[in-house]
């Protein structure tokens, strides 16, 4: 049962353009909604986190916005580069267990 | 620097072989992780440990073993139970255990080719 789903699966943005990726959770105890990014043959990092007291986060070019009424949360890339061609995983947490439940992932490719 | 150390990057191992990854940290992690990752499929939990001399199966634990005798180590055992071992694993730690905000570290995985 997948608790956490993300979309779309895959994205092209041409450079300079906003890429949104979208994430939608069931289980309303999360209270922790972190992004990774992933590129090519790496592992995963950190890219933001938002919790729910707050219905955006900023940092830099890349904005959490999140929704508690409709479970739902997003990332949005502004003035995207070809240097943000990677994959991208939303993930939650929260409850008692807070074991990190994850998107599928996004591959988003961004074109010069 | 501190961070995550997996070795091997890449490994190819015959069927019926088991094999060991290595994982290693330096950030004093007192949490750590093994995810299996696939083409589509996201990053699905394998074991992870919490302590030292103590860790517990992930969603996918079968045909995995998992050892946790020094704080900085975490190897993972890929048995020849695992009926699809070809994968990207990745290691992960956080800090601290028990407020785990779900902020993960992850080495840079191992590729696991069966041949």
């Known amino acids: 049962q997948q608790q956490v789903k993300q979309s779309p699966q895959s994205l092209i943005v041409q450079k300079g353009g906003i890429s949104i990726i979208n994430c939608a959770y069931e289980n309303t105890a999360f209270d922790y909604f972190p992004w990774y990014q992933q590129f090519p043959g790496k592992g995963p990092a950190l890219l933001i986190a938002?919790?729910?007291d707050v219905s955006e986060k900023k940092e830099g070019r890349f904005t959490i916005s999140f929704n508690k009424s409709a479970k739902q949360f997003s990332l949005h890339i502004m003035d995207s580069q070809p240097g943000d061609s990677a994959t991208y995983f939303c993930?939650?947490?929260?409850?008692?267990?807070?074991?990190?439940?994850w998107g599928l992932g996004t591959s988003l490719a961004v074109n010069p | 620097d501190g961070g995550i150390t997996q070795s091997p990057k890449y490994l190819f191992r015959k069927e019926g072989q088991n094999v060991t990854l290595s994982c290693e940290q330096n950030?004093?992690?007192?949490?750590m992780y093994w995810y299996r990752q696939d083409p589509g499929q996201g990053l699905r939990l394998i074991y992870y440990s919490q302590i030292v001399n103590d860790f517990q199966k992930g969603d996918i634990a079968e045909g995995y073993s998992v050892s946790r005798e020094k704080k900085e180590s975490f190897p993972l055992t890929v048995t020849s139970a695992q009926k699809n071992p070809t994968a990207f694993y990745l290691c992960a730690s956080s800090y601290p255990t028990g407020s785990n905000t779900g902020e993960l570290f992850f080495g840079e995985g191992s590729r696991l080719t069966v041949l």
């Open positions: 950030l004093n992690h007192d949490a």
């Open positions: 993930a939650a947490s929260g409850g008692n267990n807070r074991k990190l439940i």
């Open positions: 938002i919790r729910p």
